[in-house]
């Protein structure tokens, strides 16, 4: 079985940058290291790059950048795509506005976990215990 990733739409990708920028600005909430991932692979650009030399007389491959439009003209097994990040599989958001908020015992504010479970499973998704 292939995993294949989902596209996304350039709005979508715009309204998660713009969710998780909210969310790194704000003082109030901590981001997570896979929120700053996600972010940073929302915001990542893809480099294309194409191989310059002979790899089989020279003996390494050397590769180089390019415009898409070259990249395109190129065979598929001398071209490649970088990011500074894997890009993210497309997050799906989750209506979390009746969860009940509470106080734990160091004063955070925490939601309570079977209500985010229940609304996480009604949005379609899968909860792993």
């Known amino acids: 079985m292939t995993n294949t990733m ?54 390494y491959i050397e590769w180089a950048d390019c415009n898409p439009d070259f990249y395109s003209k190129e065979p598929s097994d001398r071209r490649r795509i970088l990011y500074t990040a894997p890009p993210l599989p497309a997050a799906k958001p989750i209506d979390l506005s009746n969860c009940t908020l509470t106080l734990n015992g160091r004063n955070d504010m925490c939601m309570v976990e079977s209500e985010v479970i229940a609304a996480i499973r009604a949005a379609g998704c899968e909860v792993k215990s």
């Open 6 to 59: 989902p596209v996304l739409t350039d709005s979508d990708r715009q309204l998660q940058i713009d969710i998780l920028t909210r969310w790194s600005e704000n003082p109030n909430i901590t981001m997570h290291v896979r929120d700053q991932v996600a972010l940073a692979s929302f915001t990542a650009k893809p480099v294309y790059q194409f191989i310059v030399n002979n790899p089989d007389h020279d003996g």
